[in-house]
């Protein structure tokens, strides 16, 4: 595909991410749910494109963690279960309903509200219950949640499907406080189930839990980072049947010499130490390429690495091919760029970015922003799915 709308573009491996789907799959078993998380425009790699490959490999159900991602999603044509897992405000309810979503509930006052639009509407609403175990963000407490559990499950135009929690130490080497949460979990969903009002569907793994604590798995897992080949952390690594699926590349849009203190972009605060060749490089921090304070360092061209020099600008940056050209290499207009994958036998990966800028892989590619065109590649075939 030669026009890619823009000379900066993300390429998506659609076979890497039904491979990665796939496994994951295998891990779980038949038996179990397995929720595709595509939140944050599926980290960054493009909801519209990977939430109907994950699908088509063997995802059952898919999870965001808003409102208005949801709604994307079902104006892309798909119809698989939706659950949100984010606050969704009462005021929005009639959205919920609207487009046969599944909204996350954790406090009375919120679940008695959308029973009541549900009420109005003759509808039942699908509800999956959050329950806090531990990391104390979302949820009720799990010494309170069978209260509530029995609350809302008086209400007839609610349906208390699913009942979740989620772990905040799964991805460490030490498991015992992801046990404990566990452990919390298990007895309050025993308890319910004594009770009469276990819901159906009780989740809990993450993608770490999913490596690391297969008694976790229970009726479903929640699979992000996965999903996109990336490992949960430094201390849970994906395992080798998996791998990335985003490569991002660019096009050099000029290269130019430069004579000895000659500076580069904004402020003047790089100057050339001695003659040398720059190129530019069409991205910027309106594409999620940090300024400051740390930059990404260097990208590829010509499977070596060209040093990022200058202050990266809002579209553009400026990279020094200078030891590429001496190299015998000859750098010119259109010359492939990689930012994150491979080049001739070296790579970039996201890891490696992250630790250059003190970030974790997540947010490398999450914020890549929207206006970077995605292309799935399927079978070494470009097709643009997603504009902008």
Same mark, same amino acid.
């Given at each position: ?36 998380? &595509? ?48 606050? =969704? ?14 909204? =996350? ?11 009541? &639009? ?158 040398? =060749? ?20 260097? &990208? ?89």
């Amino acid at each position: 595909m030669k026009s890619r709308l823009r000379p900066t573009w993300l390429e998506i491996d659609i076979s890497a991410l039904k491979n990665n789907v796939r496994e994951l799959r295998r891990r779980i078993g038949p038996d179990r749910l397995l929720y595709a998380v &595509v939140k944050a425009n599926a980290y960054g790699h493009g909801a519209d494109i990977v939430a109907p490959a994950a699908l088509e490999a063997g995802a059952d159900r898919l999870a965001v963690a808003a409102l208005n991602e949801a709604v994307s999603l079902r104006q892309a044509g798909l119809d698989a279960p939706i659950l949100v897992l984010g606050y =969704t405000p009462p005021d929005d309810a009639e959205t919920l309903l609207e487009h046969s979503l599944t909204a =996350t509930v954790y406090d009375r006052g919120t679940a008695l509200a959308y029973a009541d &639009v549900a009420a109005r509407q003759g509808r039942k609403m699908t509800v999956h219950l959050k329950v806090d175990t531990g990391m104390h963000r979302l949820g009720v407490d799990y010494l309170a949640a069978t209260d509530l559990c029995a609350q809302i499950d008086r209400e007839e135009n609610l349906h208390v499907e699913g009942i979740y929690t989620h772990f905040s130490t799964a991805s460490q080497a030490d498991q015992s406080y992801a046990r404990e949460q566990l452990r919390r979990f298990t007895t309050l969903l025993a308890r319910l189930a004594d009770a009469g009002f276990r819901p159906p569907v009780a989740h809990a793994a993450n993608s770490a839990a999913t490596l690391a604590l297969p008694d976790s798995h229970l009726d479903a897992v929640r699979c992000g980072i996965l999903l996109y080949g990336l490992s949960p952390g430094s201390e849970c690594p994906a395992p080798p049947q998996i791998g990335p699926v985003l490569s991002w590349k660019a096009r050099v849009a000029q290269v130019r010499r430069l004579g000895a203190g000659e500076p580069v972009s904004y402020g003047n605060s790089w100057r050339a130490p001695h003659s040398c =060749t720059v190129a530019v490089v069409p991205v910027g921090y309106a594409d999620g390429f940090p300024r400051s304070p740390r930059t990404w360092q260097s &990208v590829m061209i010509g499977g070596r690495e060209a040093p990022i020099v200058g202050r990266v600008c809002m579209d553009q940056t400026i990279v020094d091919v200078t030891g590429i050209v001496e190299s015998g290499v000859d750098v010119a207009q259109d010359d492939e760029v990689v930012l994150i994958g491979l080049q001739q036998g070296q790579a970039i990966s996201a890891d490696t970015v992250a630790t250059r800028l003190d970030t974790i892989h997540y947010e490398v590619t999450s914020r890549l922003m929207a206006r970077l065109p995605r292309i799935a590649v399927v079978e070494g075939q470009g097709l643009l799915l997603q504009k902008s």
